[in-house]
């Protein structure tokens, strides 16, 4: 049988024909029929842009990748200038063995040449190649940072006491509460959670942040801390491109009356004062004439109406005098020093020479030690 022999139909040198062009399902290349030498002529073992630009946020360093922006957490783009390289490089694909290596050159602050070797082999033949790409830096503001910049925010929360102001150290948590969340949110990946204002005024801490559902959680994140509960009030600022209505919602996270420390006398309670201990859910303490444990009923809500008469800081040390009996102990007025009887609490020691006392208007009382349990 005589050998088949084909003709390149550029040249028309005689050529043995490649043996994958007729195989079912392998790659249609026209240039598969060329000889060698006409099929090298043209041929380009890499794909390369002419150029390419990098979008950056100049503000938070975030690149805009496909239609969003990502953070990359990146003190320089040399990184980013050769994943983006290597994603938009194409390489032939009859090609095998393929390697390639990148040298990156800072031409300036905003352009990056990348130098590219490549190696492959085609048709049994070796080939080496070498492209210069330029990459540019694009600096630009993300939506992110555009919203921060024009004091964009969505929902605001408040926080407040119940008949009283909070304190510098309620502020200063309930704000560390907020940034830990919106942290967290931003280890995450979500580019809507900021905080675009925090204020301090009179009435307590004002927070503006980025979403309703974040501020809504913020506050009651705070109240789970400090007790109390999470107010709402909606108002209506805008319609949104498909006529729907877009609120901004302040929520308002309205602190307990009393905090761990103060000293309480509570309304139509014949009982005594009592020492709070938590606010959380309702008012728990101890009565400082007993040392029983106190309760708030479910009907008194979470905390009942009371008269603050001190806190815990107020106490004073008093000499004890004489222990009466289980119910009573006599002790120095610590600013009069006269000699007065008191009720005697189940937590106090009744071998102690001093104990800490508070003076009110409803009289002195024996203040637990600090660390001291109260009694159940």
Request: aromatic letters at 6%; charged letters at 30%; proline letters at 6%.
């Amino acid at each position: 049988m005589s050998e088949t022999r084909q003709f390149c139909p550029r040249c028309g040198d005689a050529i043995e024909r490649p043996p994958d062009v007729d195989l079912p399902g392998g790659p249609r290349d026209p240039d598969a029929v060329l000889c060698d030498s006409c099929y090298f002529e043209d041929f380009e073992l890499v794909d390369a842009p002419d150029r390419i630009q990098i979008r950056v946020c100049s503000q938070c360093g975030a690149v805009h990748r496909g239609n969003r922006w990502v953070d990359v957490g990146a003190d320089d783009y040399t990184d980013i200038a050769v994943d983006e390289t290597a994603e938009q490089l194409a390489v032939h694909v009859g090609a095998t063995d393929v390697s390639w290596g990148v040298e990156p050159e800072q031409v300036d602050q905003n352009t990056i040449n990348m130098h590219c070797v490549f190696t492959g082999v085609i048709r049994e033949t070796a080939l080496h190649e070498e492209v210069t790409v330029p990459v540019y830096i694009s600096r630009e503001t993300c939506q992110r940072c555009g919203r921060i910049a024009g004091d964009f925010y969505a929902a605001i929360v408040q926080v407040r006491g119940t008949n009283r102001t909070p304190t510098k150290e309620e502020n200063d948590r309930a704000i560390e509460i907020a940034e830990h969340y919106i942290a967290d949110r931003e280890e995450k990946g979500d580019r809507n959670a900021f905080i675009t204002k925090i204020t301090r005024g009179p009435d307590g801490a004002d927070l503006k942040i980025s979403a309703n559902q974040m501020g809504e959680a913020i506050a009651h994140r705070i109240v789970k801390e400090f007790g109390g509960k999470v107010s709402t009030a909606p108002t209506l600022v805008t319609e949104d491109g498909d006529g729907n209505e877009v609120y901004r919602v302040t929520f308002v996270a309205r602190l307990p009356p009393f905090m761990p420390g103060d000293v309480v006398s509570l309304d139509d309670d014949e009982k005594g004062p009592v020492l709070v201990r938590s606010a959380h859910g309702n008012l728990k303490g101890v009565r400082l004439k007993t040392g029983e444990h106190y309760e708030a009923a479910f009907e008194e809500g979470v905390a009942p109406e009371g008269t603050k008469l001190g806190t815990r800081e107020d106490a004073q040390e008093a000499t004890v005098v004489l222990v009466e009996d289980e119910h009573a102990v006599q002790v120095l007025d610590p600013e009069t020093f006269e000699t007065k009887t008191i009720p005697r609490p189940d937590y106090m020691d009744p071998d102690a020479d001093t104990v800490p006392v508070l003076k009110s208007r409803e009289g002195l009382f024996v203040l637990p030690e600090d660390g001291a349990s109260e009694a159940e």
